[in-house]
């Protein structure tokens, strides 16, 4: 019989292979760590600089912000290997791809990235226009998705997706309502318990469920990313975090100065080229519309700017037919649900 000395070796090598260290982030000092995050002289060197390409602001967002409780948002830990298998204008009629939301105080990017964008890709395809739960897989989907608030992979959530399905917004609104639009709030929530019981009574958990079809990494060629997208609709993105970036206002980012803080997730929506012939990326943060260009922001495409076409993930949407049978299935389930109560 094993040693029980041999079982916990064994189960902390598992949970190392199954939860790797960040990479590329070094540690910090813990005086830099209590500095504010946002600095003149990041933004005086940003806009003197000709070469930059955007614009620098003291972000009202972060106004009373340190560096670690910035570093708190950056919720992105690195796919495992092992895991892996203009705005936008051409969907018109899907009013998610333009929402702008906030994480508030939780690093929980990585769920906000994939839900928003598993939510476009249902009403492009599907004709169905629902907001998904960043609560439910934050909560509910555990060690395989990462650390909740404390960060996960973009990957697992899609994985979340297609093995237990995500429910609805109205099911399982997100637990942080206060958000941190406002100054001075510190981002330090811990994770919010799994539930798995909707806050509307006529709502039913396992009923309110949509499932993707698979999880999978886009080629990082930018040709590739912009065929996946055009076919398919919105990508989850990671990239990483440079100071200098809770500076960005507006133009085509690229990192000009400071410190690694993080990695971070977001929803790639489109791509363009600037007036000045820069050829960018169009995503959309979760950092609420205080932030950056009215909650959105550039940057520079094909040069894979921090990382930005390194980690590309999505997940297909079920057939329409499937779709359309699961709907009657659990109007007939909740119908008879009803009888029974009455």
């Given at each position: ?328 299935r659990n109007s007939s389930k909740m119908l008879h649900s ?5």
């Amino acid at each position: 019989m094993a040693s029980p000395m041999l079982f916990l070796a064994t189960f902390l090598l598992l949970l190392s292979t199954l939860h790797p260290k960040v990479i590329g982030v070094e540690q910090l000092s813990q005086v830099k760590l209590n500095s504010r995050i946002l600095q003149d002289s990041i933004v005086k060197q940003v806009n003197e600089n000709p070469k930059a390409g955007w614009e620098a602001a003291l972000n009202p967002r972060f106004s009373n912000y340190t560096v670690g409780e910035f570093k708190h948002l950056l919720g992105v830990k690195p796919t495992p290997k092992e895991r892996t298998s203009g705005r936008s204008t051409a969907w018109p009629q899907c009013s998610t791809i333009g929402r702008i939301l906030d994480q508030g105080h939780c690093g929980s990017c990585w769920a906000f990235g994939a839900v928003e964008a598993l939510s476009d890709r249902f009403c492009i395809h599907l004709d169905v226009n629902i907001s998904l739960s960043a609560n439910d897989v934050v909560a509910c989907c555990g060690f395989l998705c990462g650390d909740g608030c404390d960060g996960g992979y973009p990957i697992s959530a899609w994985k979340y997706f297609a093995r237990t399905g995500v429910v609805t917004e109205e099911c399982d609104p997100y637990f942080d309502d206060i958000g941190c639009s406002h100054p001075g709030c510190e981002p330090a929530f811990p994770t919010p318990k799994c539930v798995r019981k909707c806050v509307k009574g006529n709502l039913l958990w396992k009923q309110s469920k949509h499932y993707s079809v698979g999880a999978y990494r886009i080629n990082s060629n930018p040709t590739d990313i912009m065929a996946e997208v055009y076919r398919n609709g919105p990508v989850e993105v990671s990239f990483t975090v440079y100071e200098d970036f809770a500076h960005y206002k507006s133009g085509v980012y690229k990192h000009v100065t400071g410190d690694v803080l993080g990695g971070h997730a977001v929803k790639l929506i489109g791509w363009g080229t600037s007036d000045d012939g820069e050829d960018y990326w169009l995503l959309a943060n979760q950092w609420n519309r205080g932030w950056g260009d009215d909650g959105y922001f550039k940057i520079i495409r094909g040069a894979d700017e921090c990382g930005i076409e390194s980690d590309v993930v999505a997940g297909c949407h079920p057939p329409k037919i499937w779709f359309t049978r699961l709907q009657k299935r659990n109007s007939s389930k909740m119908l008879h649900s009803k009888r029974m109560i009455i």
